[in-house]
């Protein structure tokens, strides 16, 4: 990697912190957020895709479509079930981390409803947050029952709820190959 490459980011990201950025910079009027600070900005992308995922669930089951996955961007949502057999979903290793780079991925299964995307999409945020140290009792203190990390080191830790369910599936695919 060039030197420039990896010394470009270090700035602006110096610089940002520089401009000390908090949620105090906020102002709320009505519907309309603004900043004091012009460093501090809200980025909404992550939970679109929750909310992507509920309005494509929606728009298929409105359509008649029985079953389907639907992936956005690593985010998915299941409809109904393929036939007899349930859905088999590979879940990702992604190696980057930056900025958080304790954690490398998290999966939390939500129960049905019209904003399963939304709420699952939404929930993961706190437990890259909080890492490995305290992903367990924040998953608690949140009420989710299924969740799985990936650290930075490659260990996966489950939720008990969560073993269950990957040892069912792995028993499944033994049986069926």
Do not use: H
């Amino acid at each position: 990697m060039p030197i420039a490459d990896w010394i470009l980011p270090r700035l602006l990201i110096r610089r940002w912190l520089d401009a000390r950025p908090r949620m105090a910079d906020l102002r709320y009027q009505d519907n309309t957020v603004a900043s004091t600070n012009k460093a501090v900005m809200i980025d909404l992308g992550g939970y679109a895709k929750g909310y992507a995922l509920d309005r494509a669930a929606l728009i298929l089951r409105r359509s008649g479509v029985e079953a389907a996955l639907v992936n956005v961007g690593g985010n998915l949502i299941a409809i109904g079930q393929p036939g007899e057999r349930p859905w088999r979903v590979g879940i990702k290793d992604p190696r980057s981390g930056y900025p958080i780079d304790l954690v490398a991925s998290v999966t939390i299964i939500t129960a049905g409803g019209l904003d399963a995307g939304l709420r699952s999409d939404g929930n993961s945020k706190p437990m890259f947050i909080t890492g490995p140290a305290g992903w367990q009792a924040m998953a608690a203190q949140m009420g989710l029952a299924e969740v799985m990390l990936i650290d930075a080191q490659g260990q996966v830790p489950t939720t008990a709820p969560m073993r269950a369910r990957l040892a069912t599936a792995q028993q499944g695919r033994v049986a069926s190959e």
